[in-house]
């Protein structure tokens, strides 16, 4: 079993900056891959970004590239997304998710054994 717990959301203006953290507990942190999500009201959850266990390759949506950085902290157990140049479109729940690395589709939400409760992110105009 993994725990994983978001913190770091909050209200910011467009053109803003916020670091997400996800802390995890209860297993080998450098085993799994991890995944942060997103759903955004009355839609569905969908991928932002994801970095593997070992290596820490990094992959990210299309919309996100070049504003957030996904990286994760293998002594900390510890994931975290820097969003940048932040804007209204970002407005969602976001969640960190994992799964064991090189197992499943890192964009694929079913592929992923455990969830944090995500945290709130709305971005102002």
């Known amino acids: 079993q993994v725990h994983l717990v978001e913190s770091g959301g909050g209200l910011v203006q467009a053109g803003g900056s916020l670091r997400l953290s996800c802390a995890t507990s209860?297993?080998?942190?450098?085993?799994?891959?991890m995944g942060w999500f997103r759903q955004a009201a009355g839609k569905e959850r969908e991928f932002v970004a994801a970095?593997?266990?070992?290596?820490?390759?990094?992959y990210y949506e299309d919309s996100v590239k070049g504003r957030f950085t996904i990286s994760r902290d293998n002594a900390k157990n510890t994931v975290y997304l820097q969003m940048n140049s932040l804007e209204p479109e970002d407005t969602a729940v976001y969640y960190c998710?994992?799964?064991?690395?090189?197992?499943?589709?890192?964009?694929?939400?079913?592929?992923?054994?455990?969830w944090g409760q995500g945290t709130q992110v709305t971005v102002s105009s």
């Open positions: 998710a994992a799964k064991i690395d090189y197992t499943g589709s890192r964009y694929y939400t079913g592929d992923y054994d455990y």
């Open positions: 970095i593997s266990g070992q290596t820490s390759v990094t």
């Open positions: 209860g297993r080998t942190f450098s085993d799994y891959a």
